[in-house]
């Protein structure tokens, strides 16, 4: 595995630095942060930059110790994942409301899967570049394993801190929502980074 950065590096740093910054937006619009430009070129040129920034860190540390950029890349296909699942979750929540009411935790589970979707092809082919096709019904019988506990673990974590705990520090509902969907993603991406390393895509 090359730790030099590509050009495809440089366009999935953009891409979740924006998606960071969007998300934030509306964090700060919750609690009734005005828009103005320096919030914008804050969130979508310097969040980017940033974002940029630690990977290229992470390959020069990567080239001794290749796990740093391998957890780098891994948490950008974690960002971009978890912006998917808050967005999918939103509006299959929103969808369901029109028709009929519905437990949030189905359309959670339905987003999750989605967002697992894009992390697995996101994991496979860039963070650990593991782009070998044979056994590929082996690998996704162990992909799904990993999954289904990483499912337990998202679905756990989101059911504690919306259904057993009120709201902490005068947050917002809406905002609490949010943040327990992002809290509930990163807590599957701990589990499901050490089992893509060392059982899915181990080489």
Not at 13 to 41: H, M, P, R, T
Not at 157 to 171: D, G, H, K
Request: glycine fraction near 6%.
């Amino acid at each position: 595995m090359s730790c030099a950065i590509k050009a495809s590096d440089i366009i999935f740093s953009f891409i979740a630095g924006c998606s960071v910054g969007w998300v934030v937006k509306e964090l700060c619009f919750g609690y009734g942060i005005q828009d103005s430009l320096w919030l914008n070129i804050l969130l979508f040129v310097g969040l980017p930059l940033f974002t940029l920034l630690c990977l290229w860190l992470s390959s020069l540390i990567g080239k001794w110790f290749l796990f740093v950029y391998q957890v780098a890349k891994h948490l950008l296909v974690g960002v971009l994942a978890t912006v998917l699942d808050l967005k999918f979750f939103e509006f299959l929540a929103w969808f369901f409301a029109q028709f009929f009411f519905v437990n949030p935790l189905i359309p959670k589970t339905i987003s999750f899967l989605f967002a697992t979707f894009a992390k697995y092809w996101g994991n496979k082919f860039w963070a650990f570049e593991h782009g070998k096709k044979e056994n590929m019904l082996k690998e996704f019988s162990y992909f799904f394993v990993v999954t289904f506990v990483g499912l337990i673990f998202d679905l756990g974590v989101f059911w504690y801190l919306n259904q057993a705990i009120e709201p902490l520090f005068a947050i917002p509902s809406e905002i609490w929502l949010k943040l327990s969907v992002i809290v509930a993603g990163a807590s599957a991406a701990i589990w499901n980074f050490t089992a893509y390393k060392f059982f899915v895509f181990k080489k």
